[in-house]
Structures are given as C-alpha cells and as structure tokens.
C-alpha cells in the first residue's frame, strides 16, 4: 500500500516537472478563457486540485466558473430556456449552481440555498435530477439545516464516484416520491413561489 502511494506521488512529481503538461495546462487555461467554457474551467480545476497548486490559483479558477455560470444562469432564464444536460457545457453550468446552492445550505443561507434549488428544479427537464432539486428546496423549507440533511435525507453512501451525476446528490434515505409526498406543502410553496417568478418575468419582458 505504502509503495503504491510512493509510486504515485512520485508520478505526481514529475507530471509538475513535466513542461508538456504544463504546457497543456496553459493551453486548457487560454481555451477555456477565450470561449468562457466552463466545462473547462472544471477540467483545469481537476489538474490544478491534483497538483496542489496555489490557493490563489485554485480561488481564480472558482471565481471565473461561478460567474460564467450565474451569467449562462441569468441569461437562460431571460431567454425562458432550460438545461439541456445532455449538453457538456450546459451540465457544468448546471453542476456550478448547484455546487454555489450547496455552499450556500452550508453556510446557513437558507433563503439563498432555496431560491437555487427551486432555479434548478424549474431549468432542468432531467426528471430524477428535476425532483431532488425539489427535494433539496423542500428541506430547507421545512427547517432542515445542512447538516440535518445530509445526515437524515441524503444518501452520501451510495454516490458511486465514477458516476457523473455524482455531484449531485439525487439518492436519499426515502424513495423520491415519498419524499416529495412528505414535503407536499413546502414543494406546494416552492411550485407557487416558481410560478410568481415566471409571471414577473413575462411582465418584465413584455413592458
């Protein structure tokens, strides 16, 4: 186990010596910049987090995916689109917002970690990804904390990390539908404030 994890440090050594992959790197970072892709912006964070680059470096990367994504999230609701996630691009964004709406729940910011999720339910047309935003909007309408649900509701063990929807969490202690039953009032609640948005935007457009 020992000479495994020697073995692979020292790979990880000398793939930062390496000037072609450093070189590669550079390139990833100057593509993802001039097509603002954020699908990119998580290959380069992947590499940066596995070669144990700066803080500085690794706060950039975060800043400039967050705000690509909260400019794509923005727009496509100005246009009434929705999440193609079949979409590379469109899935990152997605997983972007997501990730900023789970920071949020983290942090005790309740009404911003809701408002997220509720975004994500009415922009994704994935159903099982569509319902546990739902899901998550429900919790923390119902006085859930982070730590409440990722203990009571979410279930972390059975997220394969090979899977690509891994970064979301969509598996919980109770089948979707039960808990989607359960928390009737607060999707009810969530549906109507989704709803008053849609209407507002439709107004704002038309004047």
């Known amino acids: 186990m020992n000479q495994q994890n020697d073995e692979e440090s020292i790979d990880l050594e000398a793939l930062k010596k390496d000037p072609q992959f450093q070189e590669n790197l550079k390139l990833l970072e100057k593509e993802m910049r001039a097509q603002r892709s954020i699908a990119k912006g998580y290959q380069l964070l992947d590499a940066k987090l596995l070669m144990e680059a700066e803080q500085e470096e690794i706060n950039d990367l975060f800043t400039f995916i967050v705000n690509e994504a909260f400019d794509r999230l923005s727009q496509t609701l100005s246009e009434g689109g929705r999440f193609d996630m079949a979409d590379p691009e469109q899935w990152a964004t ?5 990730e900023h709406g789970i920071q949020r729940y983290s942090e005790n910011d309740q009404k911003g970690a809701r408002e997220i999720f509720l975004i994500l339910y009415y922009l994704i047309t994935e159903e099982e990804l569509r319902d546990a935003m739902m899901i998550h909007a429900a919790a923390v309408a119902a006085g859930h904390d982070f730590d409440s649900f990722i203990e009571n509701l979410a279930d972390v063990k059975s997220i394969d990390p090979n899977d690509a929807s891994a970064f979301f969490i969509t598996s919980f202690v109770q089948p979707q539908d039960i808990l989607l ?12 404030l989704l709803a008053k948005m849609e209407e507002n935007s439709k107004a704002s457009n038309e004047e």
């Open 94 to 98: 997605a997983r972007a917002v997501y």
């Open 181 to 192: 039953q359960m928390f009737a009032k607060e999707v009810a609640e969530g549906k109507a």
